[in-house]
Nanobody, 120 residues
Framework: QVQLVESGGGLVQAGGSLRLSCAAS????????MGWYRQTPGKQRELVAI???????NYADSVKGRFTISRDNAKNTVYLQMNSLKPEDTADYYC??????????????WGQGTQVTVSS
């Protein structure tokens, strides 16, 4: 079993910054991708940023140039540095990891979510 624990959400004014963290623990042999998604009421969960084991990253167009994803492989932790925040960034942010824990192959896991609120 694998657990993802997120932290770092909160309330910030427009133009401000927040840093989200997500630590994976449990039966982990390898993690090939970790990412951040966000969701607002009535909308589908959308990809914000993803980073694969080799370090390649991909971002949603709406956050390019403002958000930076990084990971510490030794700690099985992924970070999302969010700068120049806008009210439209307000959402619940979820961490996702694609984990190899045993013979079943890679499986996807989700964190419980952390709320980010950006006031105008």
């Amino acid at each position: 079993q694998v657990q993802l624990v997120e932290s770092g959400g909160g309330l910030v004014q427009a133009g401000g910054s927040l840093r989200l963290s997500c630590a994976a623990s449990g039966r982990i042999l390898s993690i090939n991708a970790m990412g951040w998604y966000r969701q607002t009421p009535g909308k589908q969960r959308e990809l914000v940023a993803i980073i694969i084991s080799g370090g390649s990253t991909n971002y949603a167009d709406s956050v390019k140039g403002r958000f930076t994803i990084s990971r510490d492989n030794a700690k099985n932790t992924v970070y999302l540095q969010m700068n120049s925040l806008k009210p439209e960034d307000t959402a619940d942010y979820y961490c996702n990891a694609n984990v190899l824990g045993g013979s079943a192959g890679y499986q996807g896991y989700w964190g419980q979510g952390t709320q980010v609120t950006v006031s105008s």
